[in-house]
């Protein structure tokens, strides 16, 4: 298969790319590095520095089977302050590559989505049937984007595959984060570890869970990349598959943090602060269509999420 990763120096993209070549698929990746990293595209693997426009010449240089889209801004704080940059990102940018697939009549697409297109769920796990009701823009771009997808499989025939999920942690194949503004748990707190990031603050320890601090889902890198690869195959032409991913029943921060602590066997510097408003509960996806449509399950631990991070980041190949 030849497939074009558009993202793919960024986090998840890179892994992808590099399970892509480890079953000898042929690929290149077209990002234009305003967060990913060039040197995060294996040196035998052609790469093209441009934005989403540029798909429409690379298209157009060879006959590709499949493209996987993870090109995105995708900060939560971000989008809400600065929306234009993600309707045009996100959603315009998108436009663009969706009318180079149809042009260059590429089958496939496997769109790298989110599960904050359905906002604040009324039921958890949350099942793909769940009403869609984002609470910010980073997620009203990526619903507008499935939406255009949905549009694009029954006017070209297009098979398309958009993977729904919350967090991903961990470091696979050489690759792992390396973001110049990380908000995520796990890499803060292993920077706390490590003395290159701020003590954390964790908000509020008196929620209605088992252990008083809230619960999310997290899936490690590899295991969602695994999901991608799979969903090549999974695609069904004139049909737009939408599939949540995760493992079910969700960590809470005391158990992150717990875990980091037995693998780093340092104690995790933070305060405990008031609760933030709007933080839901609870935020676990359901993975049953995926595991039915794609044959795909969670597999890697929390602990192995965290300790393949943690020896990513002692690489020192993060960004300080």
Known sequence: MKALIVGGAGYIGSVVTRLMRTADHQVVVLDDCSTGHADSVPADVPFVQGDIATAAI?????????????????????SVGNPSLYWRTNVTGTRA????????????????????????PETVPITEDAPTRPTNTYGATKLAV???????????????????????????????????VETHLIPNALGAVAG??????????????????????????????????????????????ICNLGNGDGYSVNQVLSTIEEVTDKPVPHTIGPRRAGDPTRLV??????????????????????????????????IR
């Not at 690379?58 to 590709?64: E, I, K, M, S, W």
């Not at 090109?71 to 704080?77: D, E, H, Y």
């Not at 939406?147 to 792992?176: P, Q």
């Not at 320890?205 to 969602?224: A, K, S």
Request: hydrophobic share 45%.
């Open 146 to 180: 499935d939406m255009m997808i949905t549009g694009e499989t029954v006017a070209t025939d297009l098979a398309a595959v958009s993977l729904r999920y919350f967090n991903v942690a961990g470091a696979a194949l050489g690759a792992g984060e390396r973001h110049a």
């Open 196 to 241: 290159t990031k701020d003590p954390l603050t964790v908000f509020g320890d008196d929620w209605p869970t088992p252990d008083g601090t809230p619960i999310r889902d997290y899936v490690h890198v590899l295991d969602l990349a695994r999901a991608h690869v799979q969903a090549l195959t999974a695609a069904t032409p004139g049909e737009h598959l």
């Open 97 to 120: 590559l969706l009318d180079a697939i149809t042009q260059h009549r590429v089958p496939t697409l496997v769109f790298s989505s989110t599960a904050a297109t359905y906002g604040d």
């Open 58 to 78: 690379v298209l157009a240089d060879g006959r590709f089977n499949a493209v996987l889209h993870f090109a995105a801004k995708s900060l939560v704080g971000e």
């Open 285 to 318: 996806a359901s993975a049953d269509r995926a595991r039915d449509r794609l044959g795909w399950t969670a597999r890697l631990s929390l602990r192995e999420m965290i300790a393949d991070a943690w020896e990513f980041q002692q690489s020192g190949r993060t």
